[in-house]
């Protein structure tokens, strides 16, 4: 095998890349015993860029084109390689080639929570995560760097490095940034060019690489946040608490009045309805009050009943709350779209996201 390899470095006198990966920095060109002919080709393409290597030292590096190989192209090789007696004997020489092309398709992300202060919502752990291209700049600085004696160095093997550089970046963009946790996904792209200049800054001068695109394609909060940001979000939508919870209420008079089950809870929101519309009635003059002088001055609603409910957990059930408490509960998550609920205006345990007081309080379940 030793003989063949030796035969076809001696016949081929061309040196070039043919890259088919997508992912190779560098790649040193395979020659029996690293000889090279005076007066060989080497073919250079676009994306790319040969670096000459004689005996440990940088010699020569090469733009896009083609070359021959001879000692007005090579000054500084020709010197180091002492090509004498007719410069027709062949010279020993490492040639690497660098891509200078984009590399496409890489992926970062942040391995843990990053915590940022949020004006509205206080302290809030959040992740990330995006793309972003990587291409040599200076190919001399990365295989002095990174690359040593590698013949192929491929963007995969500085991955790790660079997720890990870009996640530091990201944490100190976000927390310099101020922006709120609600504005984030209207800065991505400033984010993402902030968080871009920040890596190139750190990645440039000592390892010759260049990070052209990085994009920050989410950013993402625990699950509890995103709970507790989609009941906010209702509540706006609602717009005065008061006046919805009053107008449930109005809703849930009937059924529980009209409920024998609901005991003294039903008759004194029946009782309340009557002295409130007998107390309408008396006011407009009408009915058997038509002839009774009119009140010196306004009289109080009568209090209306206070609706108490129970929760059913683990096949147990506790309670009597306030409607308060159950509301409490339903915004830190312990109560559940599911989690079954009873007061004594319903007929049967029901689960929260169904009760006409509290269904308001959770998103829309999405289409099965």
Known sequence: MAFFDKLRGELIDIIEWVDDSR??????????????????????????????????????VFGPGQYRLETRNLPILSTLAGWVHGFDSPFKAEVYFASTRQI??????????????????????VRAFGTYTLKASDPKTLLRELVGADSNFEADEISELLRSIISTAFADVVAKSEIGLLDLASSYQEL??????VVLERIEDEYGLDLPQLYIVNISVPAEVEQ????????????????????????????????????????????????????????????????????TGPTPP???????????????????????????????????????????????WVGAARTPQFAAMFPPAPPS
């Open 302 to 348: 009568p209090v209306p009943a206070v609706v108490a409910w129970h929760i059913a957990e683990n096949g147990r059930s506790s309670g009597p709350y306030a409607a308060d408490q159950i509301a409490g509960w339903i915004a830190s998550g312990r109560i559940g779209r599911e989690t079954m609920l009873w007061s004594p205006g319903l007929t049967e």
């Open 104 to 125: 496409t398709d890489l992926k970062w992300g942040t391995p843990n929570p990053v915590l940022m202060r949020d004006p509205d919502f206080g302290s809030v752990r």
């Open 228 to 295: 507790a940001l989609d009941v906010r979000s209702s509540m706006s939508v609602i717009g005065d608490m008061a006046a919805y919870q009053g107008y449930q209420l109005g809703l849930s008079m009937p059924t529980a009045a009209a409920n024998p089950a609901g005991g003294l809870a039903g008759a004194g929101v029946g009782l309340g309805m009557g002295m409130a519309m007998a107390e309408g009635m008396r006011v407009e003059g009408t009915g058997s009050q038509a002839g009774s002088p009119p009140p």
């Open 23 to 60: 992912h190779s920095l560098l790649w040193r060109f395979p020659r029996f015993r690293n000889q090279i002919k005076y007066g060989a080709q080497l073919i250079v393409r676009p994306g790319q860029n040969a670096i000459f290597v004689r005996e440990g030292r940088i010699a020569d």
């Open 192 to 197: 993402s060019e902030e968080v871009r200049r």
